[in-house]
């Protein structure tokens, strides 16, 4: 009579000491509950699904790979559908937000909070799950390239707007531009419109040419009439 032994797959295995000495056998029970604990990653954005009327989510790949009591590397689950951070505060935000790639920071609640997520409110737990992947929240924006478009505050003093597109300012009402020293326009080949009821200053305005409705002001000449018994004569 053949007697067949069952034997557990090798990843699944304690480590060898583990399964002789009662300290070492605590020991990694102890250690795999702590395992069990999820606190923070290192995670890939896989895709983004933004809202409307709240901030998004994202689905994301965790990058640290697991491995088994024998070394054999695991492979990591992705996580679904997580709330992903903007600086908020009120009304007012800075709206950036993540794209597919993107490499940043996830960090996992210590309670199930399915059940804020879905109401915005304070409510119970739904289950008794803690520190678990599906309670994720993605923070982002590390171990990412260096940035084409920015708003860079300098360490010395000074604030830096680049824009790879366009660059739009509204406001409901004005928009003041103060600056003792002076304010520079750079164009280049473009031109520079401006649509008001009126401009008014106070400061000399230095301009090779300025072309109006009638034609360019270098070429324009006033008629000024001439004394009895003289010619007429024009003056630019």
């Given at each position: 009579?053949?007697?067949?032994?069952?034997t557990?797959?090798?990843?699944y295995n304690?480590?060898?000491?583990a399964?002789f000495d009662?300290?070492?056998a605590?020991?990694?029970?102890?250690?795999?509950?702590?395992r069990?604990?999820?606190?923070?990653d290192l995670?890939?954005?896989?895709a983004?699904?933004?809202?409307?009327?709240?901030?998004?989510f994202?689905?994301?790949q965790?990058l640290?790979l697991?491995?088994?009591t024998n070394?054999?590397?695991?492979?990591?689950?992705?996580?679904y559908?997580?709330?992903?951070?903007?600086?908020?505060?009120?009304n007012?935000?800075?709206?950036?937000?993540?794209?597919?790639?993107?490499?940043?920071?996830?960090v996992?609640?210590?309670r199930?909070?399915?059940?804020?997520i879905?109401?915005?409110?304070?409510g119970?737990?739904p289950?008794?799950r803690?520190?678990?992947?599906?309670?994720?929240?993605y923070?982002?924006?590390?171990?990412n390239?260096?940035?084409t478009q920015w708003?860079?505050?300098n360490?010395a003093?000074?604030?830096?707007?680049?824009?790879t597109?366009?660059?739009?300012?509204e406001?409901?009402?004005?928009?003041?531009m103060?600056?003792?020293?002076?304010?520079?326009?750079?164009?280049g080949?473009?031109?520079w419109?401006?649509?008001?009821?009126?401009i008014?200053?106070?400061?000399?305005i230095?301009a090779?040419d300025?072309?109006?409705p009638?034609?360019?002001?270098?070429?324009h000449v006033?008629?000024?009439p001439?004394?009895?018994?003289?010619s007429n004569?024009?003056?630019?």
């Amino acid at each position: 009579m053949s007697v067949t032994t069952l034997t557990p797959a090798p990843k699944y295995n304690s480590p060898f000491e583990a399964q002789f000495d009662p300290d070492q056998a605590q020991l990694f029970i102890i250690s795999k509950l702590l395992r069990g604990l999820h606190t923070a990653d290192l995670v890939k954005v896989l895709a983004v699904y933004p809202t409307s009327g709240k901030v998004g989510f994202v689905d994301v790949q965790p990058l640290v790979l697991d491995q088994d009591t024998n070394g054999v590397v695991i492979a990591q689950t992705p996580i679904y559908k997580i709330p992903y951070f903007q600086l908020q505060g009120g009304n007012s935000a800075v709206i950036l937000a993540p794209v597919i790639g993107d490499i940043g920071l996830a960090v996992f609640a210590e309670r199930d909070i399915t059940n804020v997520i879905a109401t915005q409110k304070e409510g119970a737990a739904p289950t008794a799950r803690t520190y678990n992947t599906a309670d994720g929240l993605y923070i982002g924006g590390v171990l990412n390239p260096d940035p084409t478009q920015w708003v860079k505050f300098n360490p010395a003093g000074g604030i830096d707007i680049k824009s790879t597109g366009t660059l739009t300012l509204e406001a409901a009402t004005t928009i003041t531009m103060s600056a003792p020293n002076g304010i520079t326009q750079t164009t280049g080949s473009g031109s520079w419109q401006m649509t008001a009821s009126g401009i008014t200053t106070n400061l000399t305005i230095n301009a090779p040419d300025v072309t109006l409705p009638r034609g360019s002001v270098n070429n324009h000449v006033h008629f000024v009439p001439a004394a009895p018994g003289t010619s007429n004569t024009y003056t630019g």
